[in-house]
């Protein structure tokens, strides 16, 4: 099996060698294209004002001046002699639960990979002010080949990939692991904290408060909170149905 490893977090993240550490009880062939930098919440962007670097740090290992998605995207067509057969993107340092998978790089990488026709996995670690730090990730890193294992055996459709969030607890503490929809944060209450820097410059910083969330049953914030590990497939497909005909009927003849 091939295996490309990327994140959002960049090369230097205690995470990604924590999913090498993973992704090597299952193969030998491992190829890592990460930024070089933090890219946390770059969403899916894509760098298309300035040029693009790619740095060789060792065998099979490359850092990007750019992106999540510009990683996979040089690592698929650039760095990449084969394409891989699987995209593992992470350990991500903190939560990608409900919405704020729109933000994350860590799943965009995954997005990437499945716009690109690629088995495609994102993990995060979600973390406290209680549980945080390098032991943190003792949690993914003792139950992350139970959870990757079958989800590579696990037949997906086009165009779609798979979210998992491991909770902030001890090993020994999670009870489990939870297939789950993804649940929904209450944005319309986010903090934007207002300074001033040396100068007198007005400065803002954002998301220095917790965002509130709703724990509906059946969601990752739910299976989070419950002390499970959620795993949660999600399609590239952000076609309202339901919505297509009455609107279809506002536009016809």
Same mark, same amino acid.
């Given at each position: 099996?091939?295996?490309?490893?990327? %994140?959002? =977090?960049?090369?230097?993240? &205690?995470?990604?060698?924590? +999913?090498?550490?993973?992704?090597?009880?299952?193969?030998?062939?491992?190829?890592?294209?990460?930024?070089?930098?933090?890219?946390?919440?770059?969403?899916?962007?894509?760098?298309? %004002?300035?040029?693009?670097?790619?740095?060789?740090?060792?065998?099979?290992?490359? #850092?990007?001046?750019?992106? &999540?998605?510009?990683?996979?995207? +040089?690592?698929?067509?650039?760095?990449? =002699?084969?394409?891989?057969?699987?995209?593992?993107?992470?350990?991500?340092?903190?939560? %990608?639960?409900?919405?704020?998978?729109?933000?994350?790089?860590?799943?965009?990488?995954?997005?990437?990979?499945? +716009?690109?026709?690629?088995?495609?996995?994102?993990? #995060?670690?979600?973390?406290?002010?209680?549980? %945080?730090?390098?032991?943190?990730?003792?949690?993914?890193?003792?139950?992350?080949?139970?959870?990757?294992? &079958? +989800?590579? =055996?696990? &037949?997906?459709?086009?165009?779609?990939?798979?979210?998992?969030?491991?909770?902030?607890?001890?090993?020994?503490?999670?009870?489990?692991? $939870?297939?789950?929809?993804?649940?929904?944060? =209450? !944005?319309? $209450?986010? #903090?934007?904290?207002?300074?001033?820097?040396?100068?007198?410059?007005? !400065?803002?910083?954002?998301?220095?408060?917790?965002?509130?969330?709703?724990?509906?049953?059946?969601?990752?914030?739910?299976?989070?909170?419950?002390?499970?590990?959620?795993?949660?497939?999600?399609?590239?497909?952000?076609?309202?149905?339901?919505?297509?005909?009455?609107?279809?009927?506002?536009?016809?003849?």
């Amino acid at each position: 099996m091939r295996i490309l490893l990327t %994140n959002d =977090d960049g090369i230097h993240a &205690p995470g990604l060698a924590v +999913l090498e550490a993973i992704a090597r009880q299952f193969s030998d062939d491992i190829w890592i294209c990460a930024p070089s930098e933090e890219q946390s919440g770059a969403g899916h962007s894509l760098t298309l %004002n300035k040029p693009v670097r790619l740095q060789k740090h060792g065998e099979r290992r490359f #850092s990007v001046t750019g992106t &999540p998605t510009d990683s996979v995207t +040089l690592g698929l067509r650039k760095v990449m =002699d084969l394409r891989p057969d699987v995209i593992l993107s992470g350990v991500n340092h903190g939560a %990608n639960l409900g919405d704020d998978i729109t933000y994350s790089g860590t799943v965009s990488a995954a997005i990437e990979g499945a +716009l690109a026709g690629v088995r495609a996995i994102a993990f #995060s670690q979600v973390y406290t002010r209680e549980w %945080n730090g390098d032991s943190a990730f003792d949690t993914a890193r003792e139950w992350g080949a139970k959870v990757l294992a &079958p +989800l590579l =055996d696990t &037949p997906l459709p086009e165009r779609t990939l798979v979210n998992v969030n491991f909770p902030p607890l001890p090993p020994a503490s999670v009870k489990g692991i $939870r297939a789950v929809r993804q649940g929904f944060h =209450d !944005y319309s $209450r986010g #903090s934007v904290v207002e300074g001033r820097d040396p100068r007198g410059h007005k !400065y803002y910083w954002f998301g220095l408060e917790p965002i509130e969330h709703t724990l509906d049953h059946g969601t990752d914030l739910e299976a989070i909170d419950d002390g499970y590990i959620s795993v949660t497939p999600l399609q590239l497909d952000l076609t309202h149905h339901t919505s297509l005909g009455e609107i279809a009927q506002r536009f016809a003849p």
